[in-house]
């Protein structure tokens, strides 16, 4: 079952200019993560955000969670060619008895010389 | 060097061939994760197991097997029962449940 979505799932912008992506989800979570991955690569873990929070940042990373609209963004600012990856959010269900953690399916970024 | 490794890089197997899958961590993490991930997809859990000697099924366990013996071994095999094993397969851990995942570089496996 699916509970993190992002959007959108493709991405390209020029370099040096932001970078946003959206992370929607159905159930109450504990809390929320996003993480890279280059291609062929394993996964990076970028950040993590608790329920209790609105809003954090991590470099040129910045990250908000409204539970009310049960959605996140992730924000890259000043992009860089480096930057080029596919992004994932990945939430647990509070109500989820095996405490999984489940992903989306990602937005795929990539930035233009 | 702490972290998660994963062997071999890529996996070539015929029909009908079992196939392990080998995943090893020193980061003296609890849970253990294997996952698949096809073409533009995300991630699915296979298995996933909490502590040693113990583990659980995941989303898409069916044709698959996991043991965990030792803390730091998680290996995954891919049975004949399987039937469309070709993709990418992650092996992650974690200190405990919901926390931060660390993520090995991944075994391509390509049934020819």
């Known amino acids: 079952s699916q509970q993190g979505e992002e959007d959108p799932q493709a991405l390209s912008i020029q370099e040096g200019e932001n970078a946003t992506m959206n992370c929607s989800y159905k159930?109450?979570?504990?809390?929320l993560q996003w993480y890279r991955q280059n291609s062929g690569r394993g996964l990076v873990h970028l950040i993590l955000?608790?329920?209790?929070?609105r809003e954090k940042h991590s470099g040129r990373l910045r990250v908000t969670l409204d539970t009310s609209k049960k959605s996140s963004s992730l924000l890259i600012t000043a992009s860089r060619a480096a930057d080029t990856a596919s992004y994932f959010c990945?939430?647990?269900?509070?109500?989820?008895?095996?405490?999984?953690?489940?992903f989306g399916k990602g937005t795929r970024l990539h930035i233009l010389p | 060097d702490g972290g998660i490794t994963q062997s071999p890089k890529y996996l070539f197997r015929k029909e009908g061939q079992n196939v392990t899958l080998s995943c090893e961590q020193n980061?003296?993490?609890?849970?253990m994760y294997w996952y698949r991930q096809d073409p533009g997809q995300g991630l699915r859990l296979i298995y996933y197991?909490?502590?040693?000697?113990?583990?659980q099924k995941g989303d898409i366990a069916e044709g698959y097997s996991v043991s965990r013996e030792k803390k730091e071994s998680f290996p995954l095999t891919v049975t004949s029962a399987q039937k469309n094993p070709t993709a990418f397969y992650l092996c992650?851990?974690?200190?405990?449940?919901?926390?931060?995942?660390?993520f090995g570089p991944g075994t391509r496996l390509t049934v020819l």
């Open positions: 992650a851990s974690s200190i405990g449940r919901n926390n931060e995942q660390f």
């Open positions: 159930t109450s979570i504990n809390n």
């Open positions: 955000i608790r329920s209790n929070e």
């Open positions: 990945a939430t647990d269900g509070r109500r989820n008895r095996d405490d999984k953690i489940i």
């Open positions: 980061l003296n993490h609890d849970a």
């Open positions: 197991s909490q502590i040693v000697n113990d583990f």
